[in-house]
Structures are given as C-alpha cells and as structure tokens.
C-alpha cells in the first residue's frame, strides 16, 4: 500500500515524482 506513503509525499510534490518514478 504504497498509496498512503504518496499521500504523504504529495505534500512535497517533488517526493511524490520521484517516488511514482520507482513504482
């Protein structure tokens, strides 16, 4: 369940695109 961990990031923005990068 990675979609918790992106919501969290998503706040950041930039950590999100690097975090769907690795999906």
């Known amino acids: ?3 918790t961990v992106r919501t ?3 706040v ?3 950590k999100i695109w ?3 990068d690795e999906e």
């Open 1 to 3: 369940c990675s979609y």
């Open 8 to 10: 969290i990031y998503g």
């Open 12 to 14: 950041l923005g930039i």
């Open 18 to 20: 690097i975090f769907v």
